[in-house]
């Protein structure tokens, strides 16, 4: 059974920081593109950040300069470090996991709330 728990949401002040942590089990962590996707309310979900099984990684323009994403494959976690917030960070944040052989496998984890506010 694949899990992806997410956790270190929580209420931050504006221009505060966040590490957002997501540990997945019941998959082979390092062949998995890993990715960080959050949803406001009455908006769409938006990939935030995705890094691949390389290492390689990619962050919206949104976030990019105050967001960095990392993994530890020995801990079968990704993380998502968020510096400098801002009250348009605030979401639901949802980790994913992504893999595409012959099929595209996909999980998600269920969510952890950011909200940036004074």
């Known amino acids: 059974q694949v899990q992806l728990v997410e956790s270190g949401g929580g209420l931050v002040q504006p221009g505060g920081s966040l590490r957002l942590s997501c540990a997945a089990s019941g998959i082979i962590f390092r062949d998995y593109a890993m990715g960080w996707y959050r949803q406001a309310p009455g908006k769409q979900r938006e990939l935030v950040a995705v890094?691949?099984?390389?290492?390689?990684?990619n962050l919206a323009n949104s976030v990019k300069g105050r967001f960095t994403i990392s993994r530890d494959n020995a801990k079968n976690t990704v993380y998502l470090q968020m510096n400098s917030l801002k009250p348009e960070d605030t979401a639901v944040y949802y980790c994913n996991a992504e893999r595409t052989v012959v099929y595209k496998y996909t999980y998600w984890g269920q969510g952890t709330q950011v909200t940036v506010s004074s």
């Open positions: 890094i691949s099984s390389g290492g390689t990684t």
